[in-house]
Structure formats: C-alpha cells, structure tokens
C-alpha cells in the first residue's frame, strides 16, 4: 500500500512539473518532423502516436510531417531498382517518383493516420500536393568533377520548395483535427517532386509561425563528442552554429538538418529542437519536462 501511495505521488509531482508547459503551449502549433527509427519500430511508432494525441488534448496544435526513406528504398529494392544518392538526397526518375508517391501517400501515411485514430484521435493524411500545400520545381545541382570543374548534376524529380500555403493546415487544425503531411509537391505544370522530408517540416514549419519546430531523429541531439552521449548540447543559439562547424562538431548528415533548423528560426519559429526518436515519449520528455532530452536551437 505504502508503494503504490509513493507511485502515485511520483505520477502527481510528473503532472505537477507539466502543467506550467501545458499552459505555455496552450493554443500553440508545433510541427514535428517524424522519421528515423521511431518509424520502423513498433513500440516506438505507438510512442509518438500517444505524445501527439496527448499533446492535442491539452489545448497544442500538434502538425506531423513524416519521411520515408527506409520503406522507398526497400521497395524500390523489390523491384530490382537501386537506390543512388547525390549528396544525401535520392536521385528520382519517373519510376521511382511513383514508387516513392505509392509508399509515403499510399503506404506511411494511411499507416500513420490509422494508428492515431485507432488510439481515439482525429487524424486527417495530406501530401503537399493537396491544396497545393507544397509547389516546388526541380533542384539544381552542381559537383565537381574529376578535373575540378563544376558540372550539373540532374536529380530528376527532386523539388526545391517555392511556395508554401497552409491554408488547409489552418482549416484542418481549427476544426480539432491532426494533419499528417507526406513531403511530395506539386510542380506548376501539375508534376510532382520528391521533397526532404526535413525541408519540407522545416518550410510548413515556417508558413504556420509554429511556436515550436522538433526534429526526431537517430542520435541525441547535437554532440560535442560523437562517441560520448554525455557531450551534448542542450541549447545552442543561433549565432553559434557557424563556429561549430567550423569547429566540426556540426557535419554529416547533422548539417542539413541545422541549417533546416537556422532557416526557421530566422522565418520567426520560436524554436527547434532536434532530439533523439528512438527513445519512448521523447516528444513529451522534450516539450513538457523541465530537463528536456534533445538540443533546443534558439
């Protein structure tokens, strides 16, 4: 009896601790970009699912954008196409332009809708296309070549986003429910691009002046040491981030993902922070707690 008291003090004291950020974000919107290990992984999956629903029934405006990388990949791999990569983003010809629309529209994102609602929530699924949420032309890209010189690289259907209008976001978050967004787009001519998921959170992100702006992904936030989880850096400013490159403590495949980050902060979202998916209810641990698990970028 005296340890089931204890336990219920401990779960009051966890409550107690969240209220002042419940009240904080009360009314707010906060886009999460989901990805990463916690897609793969069942337990995981259902993790975020909860932090997401528990979020909205206390008065947040939670919006999710998610990847897919992994699953376009495994398929693309079942039907004997391999996948190339220019500098992390995936080269995209028509073929696989519609391997990757069929598995984040038709596959990941019903997939995601349906865990929400089957745990009591309203979730609606969006790919940029709808709306035209997301329009977007091809990206440009240059290398060098053997000799030195810049030559263009042709990504296919790999997008640059142009514009974005968050007008069905506003509409769908007004009316209580959760959009789920895939990151496709459309071009002006009515074809669709392949989009980074990160960019993509990072632009919605940015339309919506979201108060809060989280990157989940496999590794703890920002370290100063790669090999010691112990390093990490729970907050950085913005005017800091150019030093830790130079230093290379930024790099890899960090770096695109904190220049997502720069660029919404610089468009007016109030944070981001970059935190670690693969740990259960990191969402709620980061936005809720006073310690949070992740690195908040101000």
């Known amino acids: 009896m005296k340890m089931e008291k204890l336990r219920g003090q401990d779960k009051a004291r966890v409550l107690v601790e969240a209220l002042p950020y419940i009240q904080k974000f009360a009314g707010k919107t906060i886009v999460i970009k989901y990805g990463?290990?916690?897609?793969?992984?069942?337990?995981?999956?259902?993790?975020?699912?909860?932090?997401?629903?528990?979020?909205?029934?206390?008065?947040?405006?939670?919006?999710?954008?998610?990847?897919?990388?992994?699953?376009?990949?495994?398929?693309?791999?079942?039907?004997?196409?391999?996948?190339?990569?220019?500098?992390g983003l995936r080269v995209t010809d028509e073929e696989t332009m519609e391997i990757a629309a069929m598995v984040l529209v038709g596959k990941l994102n019903t997939e995601i809708v349906s865990l929400l609602n089957y745990f009591g929530g309203k979730a609606i699924g969006l790919s940029g296309k709808d709306a035209r949420l997301l329009v977007a032309s091809k990206k440009p890209m240059q290398m060098a070549d053997s000799q030195g010189r810049m030559e263009e690289i042709d990504l296919g259907y790999v997008g640059e986003i142009d514009k974005v209008s968050p007008g069905i976001i506003l509409t769908l978050l007004d009316q209580g429910y959760i959009p789920v967004i895939s990151p496709l787009a459309d071009g002006e001519l009515g074809e669709s691009y392949?989009?980074?998921?990160?960019?993509?959170?990072?632009?919605?992100?940015?339309?919506?002046?979201?108060?809060?702006?989280l990157l989940l992904t496999d590794v703890k936030g920002i370290l100063r040491d790669?090999?010691?989880p112990?390093?990490?850096?729970?907050?950085?400013?913005?005017?800091?981030?150019?030093?830790?490159?130079?230093?290379?403590?930024?790099?890899?495949?960090?770096?695109?993902?904190?220049?997502?980050?720069?660029?919404?902060?610089?468009q007016g979202v109030g944070s981001v922070h970059i935190l670690d998916g693969r740990t259960p209810h990191a969402i709620l641990l980061e936005l809720l707690t006073d310690g949070g698990i992740g690195t908040m970028l101000v």
């Open 226 to 228: 790669l090999k010691d």
């Open 194 to 213: 392949n989009i980074n998921a990160d960019t993509a959170a990072g632009k919605i992100a940015e339309a919506l002046q979201a108060d809060r702006f």
């Open 230 to 266: 112990a390093t990490l850096l729970p907050t950085i400013r913005r005017q800091e981030v150019q030093g830790l490159i130079d230093e290379g403590i930024l790099s890899g495949g960090m770096l695109p993902k904190v220049e997502c980050a720069v660029n919404a902060l610089e």
């Open 36 to 87: 990463g290990h916690a897609m793969v992984d069942q337990g995981l999956k259902e993790s975020v699912m909860l932090d997401v629903l528990l979020l909205q029934s206390v008065g947040i405006r939670p919006v999710l954008v998610h990847g897919g990388g992994p699953e376009i990949s495994f398929m693309l791999k079942k039907v004997g196409k391999e996948s190339r990569f220019v500098q």
